[in-house]
């Protein structure tokens, strides 16, 4: 009998330029692989965590927590990539913790590898056709010197997100905001049509 296998590094359509597949998805294809477990490790967080353990607990599969974070001092002049696996409860607060310091800017353990905040040009809106789709661009480039060496580490990526809108919606009051490197949408309902009484004449 071949031994069973267990992905360890998965990541889904939440790690953006890295993943593709709902986190539901991942754990159905898992399970439909006949892998023992199956490890969800987004990039600096938690995002599919809910949804994959939601469809996890419908099919009885197990599930493992987990996280990418980029750490500094595991190598020279750069943040590494760590995954971080969460044995137990307490360990799932951990990681929890972990994730949301390595958002917060000025944190004591001196992590420097969040994602850079996108501007609000490079993030654009349409609505077409009973779609909303969302496009963006990631730049980013920086330069270190030191007394041996001088590094310029550039990147560049885009996204485009597309979903259809339900048929309630008024796509001529669809209204988006940018604000803190969170982007809102507002999707207001449509106005029910109000029954038109007609008044029957007697002839």
């Known amino acids: 009998m071949a031994p069973r296998y267990a992905e360890l590094r998965c990541k889904s359509c939440f790690s953006f330029l890295e993943g593709a597949s709902q986190p539901e998805e991942l754990v159905a294809r898992a399970a439909g692989l006949g892998l023992s477990a199956l490890a969800l490790a987004d990039v600096n967080g938690l995002y599919g965590i809910v949804r994959a353990h939601a469809e996890a607990k ?3 599969f197990p599930l ?6 980029a750490v500094t001092g595991l190598e020279m002049g750069r943040p590494a990539r760590l995954v971080l696996l969460a044995r137990d409860r307490e360990g799932y607060a951990s990681l929890c913790l972990l ?48 007394k041996k060496y001088h590094r310029v580490e550039r990147s560049y990526g885009s ?25 809102n949408l507002h999707l207001p309902k449509t106005e029910k049509v109000k029954p038109k009484a007609i008044e029957v004449k007697v002839g």
């Open 99 to 146: 994730a949301t310091r390595s958002h917060c800017p000025g944190s004591d353990d001196g992590w420097t590898g969040a994602p850079e905040r996108r501007e609000k040009d490079e993030v654009k809106v349409a609505v077409e056709n009973g779609e909303i789709t969302i496009t963006g661009e990631r730049k980013f480039e920086k330069e270190e010197k030191g």
């Open 58 to 60: 419908r099919r009885g």
């Open 64 to 69: 493992v927590v987990g996280a990418e974070l």
């Open 159 to 183: 996204f485009v997100r597309s979903f259809s809108l339900p048929e309630s919606v008024d796509e001529g009051g669809v209204k988006a905001e940018y604000k803190d490197g969170v982007l």
